[in-house]
């Protein structure tokens, strides 16, 4: 088999370098070793070939906040199944979050991620490590064993680290490291065993909700916490107006954070779980429509940096129970670029900030090599048909688990081509063939 790929007549598309024109690319040995016009490989012989005539080329794309569920919960997702899910998708790259069973707090944990990940051979695959041991809290987790054994960032995932002491010095051990603390953001006394936005809404479906103030509170602690260590916070999926505006003041006094927004949250609101709809039960909870604009006017500047998934698959029996009861979250890797080509078809973004915020802008968060369409770099690339339209179905789930409220909705936008290492691993054109229409 040949170790060149020859990508050609495609619209190549990196916003990070100011990149958009006709062109091939050439990648050999895993590397990029040519990008420009299609006159420029006249005489490439040799070479696997990708027709990309009609779409978009661009850096692969990077999901920092995912969650795989293996070890301990593979009835819910496995390493493969997610990465299966990923590179359909169109994701080369993904960060998955410590909430295994056993939580990921020491080396044999990271260590057994990334061989899984390895025989699955798909995506790039990057364990994010408890910032304290079983995410519980009370001691710092071995930072260092588990940077070494290769965690990129540290996460106490949907638990929020409640202790100011013990942030303060994960904060302090990570400036040391030159890591990232990811963090969940909720006070935990505001919040109270909620099920939704707190909101006129809550009161009418008779379902405890989460202040806006929980979030918003426990942002301002750690803006603070790392104005006085100088250690980096990234905010995972902000959902609050007010939060948006705290993180801008931080960005402008020069604090070290920085934050995702999730396509959902830009996408849906409150309104999404009128008729108890449990596929929309999420954390942080969708909030109200001038949280979304202004989610979406922070995008847009970047206040916040880029788009994560907070991709959490649960099997059926998780969510088919009252909504109080039902579990957390909704699948997002493979709905996250038409949801957001969405904002870009009603003007709300543009497409080189949806892109760059889906590829390299997550990188940049945690201090990771970018994807770019150059001469010498990585051969991760996606290939995306931006304008084709399709009803969304269970039939191209690759997921084990299908909680998503989108079932059924028409799309516009999806990978076509992704290609990791120089290698394509996944071919819309075979793994879909005969369920969407060319």
Known sequence: MSTRLHITG????????????????????????GVGPAADFDGVQDAERVDATGLLVCPGLVDIHVHLREPGQEWKET???????????????????????PINDSASVTEFMLRQAARA??????????????????????????AEAGCVAFSDDGAPVYDAQIMRRALEYNLMLGTVLTVHEEDLS???????????????????????ASENVMIARDIELARLTGGRVHFCHVSTARGVTLIRRAKE???PVTAEVTPQHITLTEEAIQEYDTNAKMSMPLR??????????????????CIATDHAPHEADSKNVEFDRASFGMLGLQTSVPLVLRKVRDGSLSLARAIESLSSSGPRCF??????LTKGALGDVSILDIDTSYTLTKDINRSKSSNSPFWGEEMSGRAMFTIVDGRVVFDARKEFAGIFAE
């Open 288 to 305: 109200k429509e001038e949280d979304v604009q202004a989610l979406i006017e922070g995008l847009r500047d970047g206040v916040i940096d």
């Open 190 to 212: 505001l919040s109270d065993h909620f099920s939704m936005n707190e909101s006129a809404m809550s009161l009418r479906l008779g379902l405890k909700g989460m202040p806006e």
């Open 10 to 33: 495609g619209r190549l598309f990196d916003p990070s370098i100011g990149l958009d024109e006709i062109g091939d690319v050439l990648i050999e040995g895993g590397s990029i070793i």
């Open 367 to 372: 201090g990771m090599k970018e994807n770019t």
């Open 121 to 146: 051979g798909l995506c790039r695959v990057d364990p994010i490590g408890a910032i304290t041991m079983g995410s519980e809290g009370k001691s710092l987790a071995p930072m260092m064993e588990l």
């Open 79 to 101: 390493i493969w199944s997610g990465s299966e899910a990923a590179v359909a998708g169109g994701f080369t790259r993904i960060c998955c979050m410590p909430n295994t069973l």
């Open 253 to 255: 006094d020069g604090i």
